[in-house]
């Protein structure tokens, strides 16, 4: 009677066929394509031979484990290169798999991936994975979903198949259990921190041993069939002979003995037979369990060293990049060592900057009280504006009070001289009454014209009064004029010296700022170290200083403009108050002189007026032409400039792409100089290189971090280069300013061209006046006349004609 053994789905017992029967290979094929099938994929497939380029694979692990992600697979997979290295990032994507789950480990331990990798054309490789895929997916947490997918146009043959297939990895895991248990004692694991033991060396010694168990394994598998098959033979020879004996027993019951003795001898060294065949049995499977545990361990072994080979790879890579790296590190390393000692200097640095940043609070204190007295000031004059508002409303209501108190007291003294007439006319009737005892019938016409003359008289004072409170409020509104006049030159004075002020302390801070700069500028030529904190605040500090300086700049200017205006508007209003009070203005009211000299005098002053005009646009004028002058200039500094700074950005580009080739030019070479020397070493010579390497790599790590920064600081620059570019190739500001210059250039161009006008129209005009007032019939001409009129340009007679008073009052007021 034979004991059952484990075999494997390959050693069913094959049915004998008839005629086109299918085989029991082209069973478990179809059997493996309708179970691969169940699985989502995009393409179902047909034949195993569909299975080796790996992509059927990376869709059933992502059907099983959406996280799953293989992006660097070949697609489509034609050459042996791109299939074998489909096939092993899938195997290593299936392994992770099954690691992550504690009662699927041991299956990634049952079978050989870099053997079925490499030999992709054996259909039994790609069955032994689709076996373990299939058991996975059924243990695992889809057995719900695929298991019915998997068994829907399955026979029952292949239902069958399928079931055997799943037992024997059943068996095959109890078995593997088993032996776990029962080895001695685990084997030493490989050290993977010796970093100078050789790894290449190590794995394949590693697999020479694994190779030498495998063939032993072989050995005493044979030997225990072997084994097995005698003692089953002892065994049924034992019973023949039991059977024998006892039916020589019973033929020769008491004539046999020696029969028997020879019967009983041979049955003790047949038993002794069986217990050296049972020892050896015995031996032989602990020996199989011992090298099956062996064989789990170096499995895994074969693994860490297949990941450690993966592992040399990646920093064999590392290194070859990094050594391209170590020429650029190298220029630093001069650098890092002139900053051991820079602590002082970069103290006293410190210092300085704190020294700046106080002065520069003091800066911004100084232009908020600025800008706090610049709104008090402006309160004031709207203050100012209202109380003199206020005031001129009180002198006009004065003025009209004053008239009315005028035109009261002149009616007052015509009735009294009215009354004191009409009482010298009666006590002229009564003298004449008392002389001549009678009175005449007919009334003397005298009263009458005495009274139409009072009338005359009294409308004409009216009618001088009102021009001379014409006159007056005139004078008054240019007293109004001339105190805001000489407010506003107050208040200019006033901003002229806080201005100095302001400017006095501006130039103590640049020059200061200009103190600190050489001092900075000669720190850092010795302090180069980018990757220090310290040095990376000292920038961000003096970043914030010069975006100060040149707010405290832009403000200057501005103050410097505002102030320029300032004068413009003082000039316009000089003129302005001398134009009120020129005699030009006053020249028509001098109408009781003499009309010749009273001509001359007009066009004389007109022409004076004009000329102090003219004088005065042309100042303004020149100001705005020089200042549009220095914009110019100002602007074609900056378009140098920025023309400058775009040379160097390109060139800055240019010289960053050749140092880009020459990088990649070197880690070429590099790598072919780095794989020939390896290939040439000997097993010593690469110990050393390996740990020359490996403190190669520490070093450059840590270096590697500097240079990151150092780069990161380079497009920073350039970013703020390109934008500084775009900025001034734009010119927005600049050219809406440009323009507004040039229209209030051309409106005072045209104003002066308009002034010219008039003066000449207005000087033809003063002529032919001229002309015309000296063909006026009123004009004296005796002798005696022009002494009458001279004569009544003194005092005022009581009698005298209005236009003479009229006269005398405007004489009098005249400057």
């Not at 199989?288 to 860490?304: D, G, M």
């Not at 060293?305 to 040399?312: C, G, I, K, M, T």
């Not at 016409?445 to 001088?464: F, N």
């Not at 020059?511 to 310290?534: C, F, I, M, R, W």
Request: proline share 3%; glycine share 4%; aromatic share 4%.
């Amino acid at each position: 009677m034979e004991s059952p053994t484990i075999a494997p789905p390959e050693s069913l017992a094959d049915a004998p066929t008839k005629g086109n029967a299918p085989t029991k290979a082209q069973i478990k094929q179809s059997m493996f394509i309708k179970c691969l099938n169940g699985f989502e994929l995009e393409n179902k497939i047909e034949s195993l031979e569909q299975l080796d380029d790996g992509i059927v694979f990376s869709e059933i692990l992502r059907d099983l484990d959406p996280e799953i992600s293989l992006p660097t697979l070949t697609k489509p997979a034609v050459k042996w290169v791109d299939k074998t290295a489909n096939l092993e990032a899938v195997f290593k994507a299936l392994d992770k798999y099954l690691y992550g789950m504690p009662d699927l480990e041991w299956l990634a331990r049952s079978y050989d991936p870099r053997k079925i990798a490499r030999n992709f054309e054996d259909v039994n490789g790609l069955c032994e994975v689709a076996a373990v895929i299939i058991y996975a997916s059924v243990k695992g947490p889809h057995v719900g979903r695929l298991v019915p997918a998997m068994r829907a146009n399955m026979s029952e043959t292949e239902s069958a198949l399928l079931m055997q297939t799943l037992e024997a990895k059943d068996k095959e895991n109890r078995v593997m259990a088993s032996s776990n248990k029962a080895a001695a004692a685990p084997k030493k694991s490989l050290d993977t921190t010796d970093s100078t033991r050789d790894l290449e060396l190590q794995m394949e010694e590693d697999r020479a041993r694994m190779l030498m168990l495998q063939k032993q394994n072989a050995d005493l598998n044979t030997r225990l069939d072997h084994a097995q098959l005698a003692c089953e033979d002892l065994k049924d020879r034992n019973a023949a002979l039991l059977g024998e004996l006892d039916d020589a027993r019973k033929s020769q019951s008491g004539n046999a003995d020696a029969r028997i003795k020879y019967l009983e001898n041979h049955i003790r060294e047949l038993d002794e037979l069986i217990a050296t065949q049972e020892m050896t049995i015995s031996e032989d499977k602990e020996a199989l369990a011992r090298c099956r545990n062996e064989i789990a361990q170096l499995s895994k072994t074969a693994e860490k060293a297949q990941s450690l080979e993966d592992e040399v790879k990646v920093l064999t890579n590392e290194n070859a990049e990094l050594s391209k790296k170590a020429n650029v590190a190298a220029r630093y390393k001069d650098k890092l060592e002139r900053l051991k000692h820079s602590e002082k200097d970069i103290e006293t640095l410190n210092y300085v900057i704190s020294g700046l940043e106080d002065k520069v609070k003091i800066l911004e204190k100084e232009q908020l009280r600025a800008e706090a007295q610049e709104k008090i000031i402006g309160n004031y004059r709207e203050w100012q504006q209202r109380h003199e508002t206020d005031l001129n409303d009180m002198r006009e209501q004065k003025n009209m009070l004053a008239d009315q108190l005028a035109h009261r007291t002149q009616e007052l003294q015509r009735l009294l001289d009215q009354r004191a007439l009409d009482e010298s006319l009666i006590n002229e009737l009564r003298e004449q009454i008392a002389g001549n005892g009678d009175v005449p019938l007919s009334p003397s016409p005298e009263p009458g014209a005495q009274r139409d003359e009072s009338q005359h008289e009294v409308a004409a004072l009216k009618l001088e009064i009102q021009k001379i409170k014409a006159e007056n409020n005139l004078l008054r509104n240019n007293m109004g004029i001339a105190s805001a006049t000489d407010q506003l030159r107050a208040e200019l004075e006033a901003s002229k010296r806080n201005e100095a002020r302001l400017t006095d302390k501006l130039h103590e801070v640049r020059k200061d700022y200009a103190v600190a700069q050489d001092q900075l500028q000669g720190l850092l030529n010795n302090t180069t170290d980018e990757g220090s904190q310290l040095f990376r605040d000292l920038q961000r500090t003096m970043f914030q200083s010069r975006q100060d300086r040149d707010k405290a700049q832009e403000q200057s200017r501005k103050l410097e403009a505002e102030v320029k205006d300032r004068d413009r508007e003082l000039l316009a209003l000089k003129t302005d108050c001398m134009l009120l009070y020129h005699p030009a203005y006053r020249g028509s009211k001098l109408t009781n002189l003499n009309h010749h000299f009273a001509d001359k005098v007009a066009t004389q002053s007109s022409v004076d007026a004009l000329e102090e005009l003219k004088k005065t646009d042309q100042l303004i004028s020149n100001s705005l032409r020089d200042e549009l002058d220095s914009l110019r200039t100002a602007f074609d500094s900056l378009k140098l400039d920025t023309q400058e700074q775009q040379k160097q950005l390109i060139e800055a580009l240019v010289s960053r792409e050749k140092l880009r080739k020459e990088l990649e030019d070197a880690n070429n070479g590099a790598q072919q100089t780095a794989a020939e020397g390896l290939a040439g070493l000997d097993r010593d010579a690469s110990n050393e290189l390996m740990q020359k390497q490996a403190e190669k790599l520490e070093k450059l790590k840590e270096k590697c971090q500097s240079l990151l920064a150092q780069l990161q600081k380079n497009e920073q620059e350039r970013y703020e280069l390109q934008r500084r570019l775009k900025a001034a190739e734009g010119g927005e500001a600049y050219a809406s300013l440009k323009a507004a210059t040039d229209q209030i250039i051309k409106n005072l161009q045209r104003e002066n061209a308009m002034i010219s006008t008039a003066w000449y129209d207005l000087t033809s005009r003063l002529q032919s006046n001229h002309v015309v007032l000296q063909r006026r019939q009123d004009m004296p001409k005796s002798w005696l006349n022009k002494q009458r009129q001279m004569v009544n340009a003194g005092p005022q007679r009581p009698g005298a004609p209005p236009e003479q008073a009229a006269y005398r009052h405007r004489g009098q007021m005249s400057p």
